[in-house]
């Protein structure tokens, strides 16, 4: 085997013009692979985290059914108890409690549909990141009360023509179901990015909310944020185990963002998707690089393999020969691919790739400015094990078309 391994290497080398032609399609192959996967991982990690940070948190607890219903009626009656137990959970670095209700919100010229949220203004600058998003006036603060502040979205407030210290009538129907109306007065206006959430929500205290929702004390959501999206799990499980052991833990459920954001998930598989389909023509052309090699290699040796089946030499040897070479070629390629792809990839995931240019879709998912491609052992590995594998396989044809070679005719080649 040591010998035939040597021939093998040899005969790679005796075209080398060719070779190295295929060598840097298996590269090339490999570079853009590793590149693209670990962007496309990156870029949903920036999504994940944009969302979840903005509004969603990690986790929230809320009641059995509330998610599917969104019904006022639906809360977590004492969220006190709820609000300790996650706190103490190793991996928790915040906790908030929300309620909302859906309510018309008029301003002295129009009127629209919008979420009304009632925040808890200290801690909810922990969980999310709204307070940073706010780019006129200032965050909701309790210092006055009496003022009852409204934060809104950029797009609500050209859509209702308000400004900062306007006035807004919020209109109703409590957790009771008795009339809730009250007015506020707009203290700050954010921009995250994400037009829905921009268009269509309205921020208030949650002592508030509490008080024109009729709420007693009840919120509809808890709100928990975890040190990453690897300690999601583990912190759902624990808090499913203590929400199980509190009274009337029962009736109330953990749900983690995958759940909170179905369409975020199934935007992230349709990308996937795309990027597969990607993936396999990429592979497709080089496989039939490889393939046009070794064709040419067996018909341009044709009667080298003549004489060597004269004097012995069994074709099955052979086969594993012209495999041998294949391998060596792909195995070249595809390190100094993993090589190059992972040092390029290593650079713009601490430069980062500026989006400030991104198309208004990326922004409905709150990417903007950069985005840092994410280099794991999955993403440098995956797509040259895919690029070996089929290599391997496109590159079995030529190899076993020398089986059908017939000593005589083959010597007599030309």
């Known amino acids: 085997m040591g010998m ?39 870029s949903y990690g920036t999504m994940i985290n944009s969302a979840i940070q903005i509004n969603t948190g990690h986790l929230q607890i809320q009641a059995e059914n509330y ?7 639906q809360v977590v009656p004492e969220p006190g108890p709820v609000i300790r137990s996650a706190s103490g959970i190793e991996s928790v670095q915040a906790v ?14 129009r009127t629209g549909g919008a979420m009304i949220i009632g925040v808890d203004p200290e801690s909810e600058a922990q969980v999310s990141t709204l307070e940073t998003l706010v780019r006129r006036g200032e965050f909701l603060t309790e210092a006055e009360p009496a003022s009852n502040p409204a934060l809104i979205g950029r797009l609500m407030a050209r859509n209702l023509q308000v400004g900062i210290g306007d006035e807004l009538v919020v209109l109703g129907q409590g957790r ?3 009339v809730a109306a009250t007015a506020l007065t707009v203290c700050g206006i954010y921009a995250s990015g994400m037009d829905e959430f921009d268009r269509s929500t309205l921020h ?24 990453g999206l690897n300690h999601v799990a583990p912190v759902k499980r624990v808090l499913a185990k203590r929400l199980d052991q509190m009274p009337g833990g029962d009736s109330l459920t953990v749900l983690d963002w995958d759940e909170l954001m179905p369409g975020l998930t199934q935007a992230i598989k349709l990308d996937l998707t795309i990027g597969v389909i990607f993936w396999a023509l990429l592979v497709l052309v080089v496989a039939f690089s490889i393939l046009n090699t070794f064709l040419m290699a067996v018909f341009e040796r044709t009667r080298e393999f003549g004489v060597m089946m004269a004097i012995g ?31 390029v990839t290593w650079i713009f995931q601490h430069i980062g790739i500026d989006l400030s240019g991104a198309s208004e879709i990326l922004q409905q998912y709150g990417i903007s400015g950069r985005i840092y491609p994410q280099l794991s052992i999955i993403t440098a590995l995956a797509g040259p094990a895919l690029v070996l594998i089929v290599t391997f396989a496109v590159s079995l ?18």
């Open 4 to 42: 035939d391994m040597k021939m093998a290497w040899r005969n790679v080398w005796r075209n080398p013009r060719r070779t190295w032609l295929t060598i840097s399609a298996i590269g090339f192959a490999c570079i853009i692979l590793i590149f693209m996967l670990s962007f496309q991982f990156g």
């Open 67 to 73: 998610f599917a219903e969104k019904s006022m009626r």
């Open 96 to 109: 908030t409690a929300r309620a909302n209700a859906f309510s018309l919100v008029s301003s002295d010229n």
């Open 176 to 178: 009771d179901g008795s």
């Open 204 to 227: 208030m205290p949650l002592d508030t909310f509490q008080e024109v929702y009729s709420m007693r004390g009840a919120v509809h959501e808890i709100v928990v944020k975890v040190s």
């Open 313 to 343: 030499t069994r074709p099955g040897r052979l086969v594993w020969i012209m495999l041998y070479e294949s391998t060596a070629m792909t195995l070249v390629g595809i390190g100094l691919g993993i090589a190059m792809g992972c040092m």
């Open 397 to 414: 044809y030529p190899a076993l078309k020398i089986k059908s070679l017939k000593p005589v005719e083959a010597m007599m080649h030309v």
